[in-house]
C-alpha cells in the first residue's frame, strides 16, 4: 500500500496547497509528475541493481577457483589443511584451469600399475604374463632396473604367499593423488581373498562403494594397508605398448597398520621416504 502510494498518487480536489508536504509531492504539471515517478523508479533500480551486483560479487569470490601462485620462480605456496583420517598435513583441495589431459592419463596409468604390480591371481599363465613376458603391463611401465628389483623382490615374495596360504591378493586402490611435479601419492589395501570354487570370485567387484568393501572385509582372509609414493618421467621413447613414454621410475612401498576402527587411517609422520 505504501508502495502505491507513494509513486502512484491519486489526483485529488482538495484546495488544500499549504504546508510543505503538499507543496512538495502534489505537482500540477504532467511533465513534473511524470519526472516524479520516473526518478522513483531509477532509485529503485540503481538500489536494485547495486545490490544483485554485491550478491554476484560474493559468490565469484567464494566459488573462484584457487591457483598455485609462484613468487619470482620459487616453489609454489599452498594452503595447507589437516587430514583428520590420515593423520597428515596435506595440501588442501583445489581446482585448476585447464588441467591438462596428460595428467588424467598418467593418473590412470599409475592406478592400473599399482593393481597390476600387487594383485595376485590363481591363474599360473595370467601371472606369467603380467609379470614375465613382453606384453606386462609393469614391464613396459617401469625402468629396467626397477622391474628388475620388483622381478626379484616383490613378485617371488606375493607369488610365494599366495600360493603357499591358497589366497588370491585383491588390489583396493582408495586414494591417488598428485603432490607435485611428478611425485604420486597412493593408499590402497591388499585383500588375501580365499579361493573359491571354479576359480570365481567371492566379490566380484572393484568400486568404493560400501558394499564392495563390506563383501571384501568379510571374506577376507587377512589384509594388508599400505602407502605408496612413486615418480614419473616422460622420456622413454614411445612403443605400442606406452605410446606416451611415460616411464615409473621410483617406487616406495611403506606398511600402514590397521586399528580396529575401520575409518581411522593411522599414517606415522615419520615414515615418509626421502628422495
Not at 545490490?51 to 594452503?79: C, E, K, P, T, W
Not at 566380484?204 to 560400501?210: A, H, L, Q, V
Not at 587377512?222 to 615409473?248: C, F, W
Request: glycine share 2%; with cysteine; hydrophobic share 40%.
Amino acid at each position: 500500500m505504501a508502495f502505491w502510494t507513494s509513486f502512484f498518487r491519486k489526483k485529488t480536489d482538495s484546495p488544500d496547497i499549504l504546508g510543505a508536504y503538499p507543496e512538495n509531492m502534489q505537482v500540477r504539471a504532467i511533465p513534473e509528475r511524470r519526472y516524479l515517478k520516473t526518478s522513483r523508479l531509477l532509485a529503485l533500480f540503481v538500489i536494485l541493481n547495486v545490490a544483485v551486483l554485491i550478491a554476484l560479487s560474493g559468490l565469484f569470490v567464494y566459488y573462484a577457483n584457487r591457483v598455485d601462485v609462484s613468487i619470482a620462480g620459487a616453489n609454489s605456496l599452498y594452503l595447507f589443511a589437516i587430514d583428520h583420517e590420515q593423520k597428515i598435513l596435506k595440501p588442501s583441495e583445489y581446482y585448476r584451469k585447464n588441467v591438462h589431459s596428460l595428467q588424467l592419463m598418467t593418473e590412470a596409468i599409475v592406478r592400473d600399475y599399482i593393481i597390476q604390480r600387487h594383485a595376485v591371481l590363481w591363474d599360473d599363465d595370467e601371472m606369467r604374463r603380467r609379470w614375465n613376458s613382453p606384453q606386462s603391463f609393469v614391464l613396459n611401465y617401469s625402468t629396467p632396473r626397477l622391474f628388475n628389483d620388483f622381478r626379484k623382490g616383490e613378485a617371488l615374495q606375493f607369488l610365494n604367499e599366495s600360493r603357499s596360504n591358497n589366497v588370491t591378493k585383491d588390489v583396493h586402490l582408495y586414494d591417488l593423488k598428485l603432490l607435485k611435479n611428478n611425485l604420486w601419492h597412493g593408499i590402497f589395501e591388499v585383500f588375501d581373498m580365499p579361493i573359491p570354487d571354479a576359480y570365481r570370485a567371492i566379490c566380484p567387484c572393484d568400486d568404493n562403494s560400501e558394499t564392495c568393501l563390506s563383501c571384501k572385509r568379510q571374506h577376507a582372509i587377512k589384509r594388508h594397508r599400505y602407502q605408496v609414493y612413486l615418480r614419473t618421467r616422460m622420456d622413454s621413447e614411445p612403443t605400442k605398448a606406452n605410446p606416451l613414454g611415460i616411464t615409473i621410475y621410483e617406487y616406495h612401498l611403506l606398511y600402514m597398520p590397521i586399528h580396529d576402527d575401520e575409518k581411522v587411517w593411522d599414517i606415522p609422520s615419520l615414515l615418509r621416504p626421502v628422495f
